[in-house]
């Protein structure tokens, strides 16, 4: 009988040791799965707040510049560089007066990188309408210049039709040529360049060709952010210089095209073929 006793101790000591031991090895694998679910929802999070903030941003540089892929640029930058999950597109439409930015980001499910899920997010806004660029009355208002003569007329600086011109508004210092961005745009005549800026709050993107004689001709909102030709280049008259874009204090794709007799600017429909 003590013995029997003596064995049940024995064989109970060892159950219970071997109970504690399937505790342990239950709960560890248990606390592993906890923190790799709050790993995962850090990493959702954050891939969230960065689609947020990229479409945020996408849509205020949209509203304020009317220029949808510089848009889509600096939002990507707002995007950051996580290696963690992808901004899988970002993508900025600008219709009429309203802006509209949506961007997709790839969130990948830990330990099953073949699978990850998709998070969307979009924002819409209307384009400000911009201010009248009556900074540039500065330069004398319209038409104050004589018109040069025997000069003959300059070639038409893009193939469309003219649109609100330099009695338009007030202020208008050019004519503008609504087209579409991408739309070549070509020196009026032979010339030196004298300006290109690029990023100009009221011109965006413009150049100057000087003609000599005291006349200018003036190309703004100008599509790519490099137009063709850099400061000092001389041009023939028909070179390809740039294409319609839509920056700077612009409410729409165009060409604001400027002629300037003596630094002020004139109407430049005479001196076209239109
Ligand atoms: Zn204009």
């Known amino acids: ?23 342990f090895v239950t709960i560890l694998p ?3 799965l906890l923190a790799l679910a709050v790993w995962q929802l850090a990493l959702v999070g954050a891939a969230i707040m960065d689609t947020h903030s990229a479409v945020r941003d996408a849509v205020k540089i949209a509203s304020m510049t009317g220029d949808s892929k510089f848009a889509e640029k600096e939002g990507k930058k707002s995007f950051g560089d996580s290696s963690a999950y992808d901004l899988k597109s970002l993508k900025v439409k600008i219709k009429g007066e309203d802006v ?5 980001t790839k969130i990948p499910v830990l330990f099953m990188k073949s699978t ?4 969307t997010s979009s924002s819409e806004a209307p384009v400000l309408a911009p201010p009248p660029d009556d900074q540039f009355s500065a330069f004398g208002g319209l038409g104050g210049g004589p018109l040069p003569t025997g000069g003959g007329s300059l070639a038409n600086p893009v193939a469309v039709a003219p649109g609100c011109g330099i009695t338009c508004y007030s202020g208008h210092t050019g004519q503008d040529f609504p087209g579409a961005v991408g739309t070549p745009i070509v020196a009026a005549e032979a010339g030196t360049v004298t300006v290109r800026h690029l990023g100009n709050r009221s011109y965006g993107t413009y150049i ?28 023939k008259r028909g070179q390809p210089i740039g294409a319609i874009g839509n920056n700077g204090n612009s409410s729409g794709p165009h060409l604001h095209f ?16 239109y």
């Open 208 to 235: 100057i060709i000087d003609h000599g004689g005291g006349m200018q001709t003036l190309y703004a909102h100008m599509f790519p952010h490099q137009p063709l030709v850099k400061t000092g280049d001389r041009v």
């Open 30 to 32: 248990l606390a592993l």
């Open 100 to 104: 509209r930015a949506s961007a997709e």
């Open 258 to 273: 400027e002629v300037k007799i003596g630094g002020r600017p004139v109407d430049p429909i005479p001196f076209l073929a």
């Open 1 to 23: 009988m003590k013995t029997m006793i003596k064995r049940w101790l024995q064989w109970s000591t060892l159950h219970r040791k071997g109970a504690a031991s399937v505790e």
């Open 116 to 119: 990850p899920f998709s998070y």
